[in-house]
């Protein structure tokens, strides 16, 4: 780095991560999905933080790909994919996190809850306003795919809906016992006074990332080998 230089923001890192998945062309939905997971897990689960990073992952997914238009297409297919499945994940971790604070959710300020309960109820749409943002912002061929893409999930539902809606169900009803995260993925959200929910859910996040690295290479999804 010479003196000039500037280390990159977050999000320049994800959109370069992004760029280089594409171009290499190799499993680009799951490297997608862990590109997201891992920069959520360094930030709070929250509205801004997902929305930067889809930012960032269209951004570097587009301009990376290929000029022919079916490449383009699978290439877009992959990336949404991988960030639906991501903030899947993003949702399952907030799930979690009630799960882990059980009966100490009074210790939460209602400001909190209320803040992590609308985060939740928005991440489906957030995840489809900003596809059609991008589809309305030019490229008429990238905005016919992504229109595409947004009009299907619309009727068909998402992975992220119905994660959130799981999650909605634990931060207003019962506490499930089950699934709890490990405390050391907890703990790495609590580096100084009382973690909030969104931040136990980054914390979370971190460890599935970690547990989704270690996935057998027979787990990758159906019909994408080597070559993408």
Not at 13 to 35: S, Y
Not at 92 to 97: R, T, Y
Not at 181 to 190: I, K, N, S, T, W
């Amino acid at each position: 780095m010479t003196p000039n230089d500037q280390p990159l923001s977050q999000e320049d890192e994800t959109k370069a991560k992004v760029a280089e998945a594409v171009g290499r062309n190799e499993n680009i939905r799951r490297q997608v999905r862990d590109i997201v997971i891992e920069a959520l897990a360094k930030k709070s689960v929250d509205r801004d933080s997902v929305k930067n990073t889809m930012d960032a992952v269209l951004e570097g997914a587009i301009d990376a790909a290929p000029e022919d238009q079916k490449e383009l297409a699978e290439v877009l297919k992959k990336t949404v994919d991988g960030m639906e499945e991501a903030l899947a994940k993003a949702a399952e971790a907030s799930k979690l996190a009630v799960e882990e604070s059980g009966g100490r959710l009074d210790s939460f300020a209602e400001q909190d809850l209320k803040a992590a309960a609308e985060d939740l109820k928005d991440l489906e749409a957030l995840f489809l306003q900003t596809l059609k943002d991008l589809a309305d912002s030019g490229h008429a061929t990238v905005g016919t795919l992504l229109r595409d893409a947004v009009n299907h999930a619309e009727r068909t539902g998402t992975d992220i809906g119905r994660a959130v809606q799981e999650a909605l169900e634990a931060l207003h009803g019962p506490l499930s016992r089950a699934a709890r995260p490990h405390l050391a993925d907890v703990e790495r959200a609590g580096k100084a006074g009382t973690a909030s929910l969104a931040s136990i859910a980054s914390g979370i996040l971190a460890g599935i990332a970690e547990s989704l690295k270690a996935e057998p290479e027979e787990n990758r999804e159906p019909g994408e080998n080597k070559d993408g």
